[in-house]
């Protein structure tokens, strides 16, 4: 299993631009996550789903929309860039969020994304 | 909702020492307490959890207490090496499967030669 896959691994942007991030995974999870990690800090949750068709908002959900219309992908999109977007990406799956057993969240590798 | 405190944010311990790293949490409800590892420049791993029926799990040189009458659960790790030092951030979740998982802001260890 090649786990939780993210593309790209850098991007720049100019102020303005849009973009988006691709998040894939390949272990079945229904829930799937987006966090941002500014330089020096935590993880924090931009957008959730609990499966195919529902998303939720996070802590952080403004500038960003995202989608899942399939099991494996999570898209983030980005619109209208800002240098305050400047961060770390990192998307994360998971067999379920709380109760039971396999809440462990699969991290993909992240996107270094820069907006100047 | 639930709320994660972490201390301290930072943490150097000499090689071969102990460090331990606290967190609070406010929801008693709250059952499920991960903690992730994440090294420099690299994705966040967990490295051990625990539920609320038990106090206390070890993995070799890991472990992780929890006390739910305090709300509060520990990493403790045991003869330091190099490649511990990292940032640790530790979670809380409730017994409901959708319940969101909340984490910590992190700890970063440095491990001192």
Not at chain 1, 7 to 24: A, E, V
Not at chain 2, 57 to 75: E, G, M, P, Y
Request: net charge neutral; proline share 5%; glycine share 8%.
């Amino acid at each position: 299993n090649a786990g939780v896959t993210q593309t790209p691994k850098f991007r720049i942007l100019k102020i303005g631009q849009s973009m988006t991030l691709q998040c894939t995974q390949d272990m079945n999870h229904n829930y799937m996550y987006w966090y941002r990690q500014d330089p020096g800090m935590g993880l924090k949750l931009i957008y959730y789903s609990v499966g195919a068709g529902i998303t939720d908002k996070g802590e952080v959900p403004n500038g960003y929309n995202v989608s899942r219309s399939t099991t494996e992908d999570f898209p983030l999109r980005l619109e209208l860039a800002a240098p305050s977007q400047t961060s770390v990406y990192f998307c994360a799956s998971s067999w379920s969020s709380g109760g039971g057993v396999y809440n462990e969240q699969f991290f993909g590798p992240g996107t270094r994304l820069t907006v100047l | 909702g639930e709320n994660v405190e972490q201390h301290p944010s930072t943490l150097s311990v000499q090689e071969g020492d102990s460090a331990v790293i606290k967190c609070t949490y406010s929801d008693s409800a709250s059952n499920y307490f991960p903690w992730y590892k994440q090294e420099l420049g690299k994705r966040p791993q967990l490295i051990i959890d625990i539920r609320s029926n038990v106090g206390e799990k070890k993995d070799q040189r890991i472990a992780v207490t929890l006390n739910k009458t305090a709300k509060h659960f520990s990493l403790h790790i045991t003869e330091t090496q190099p490649e511990d030092s990292a940032v640790y951030f530790c979670a809380a979740t409730g017994k409901n499967r959708d319940d969101k998982i909340i984490f910590g802001k992190g700890t970063r260890l440095h491990i001192l030669p």
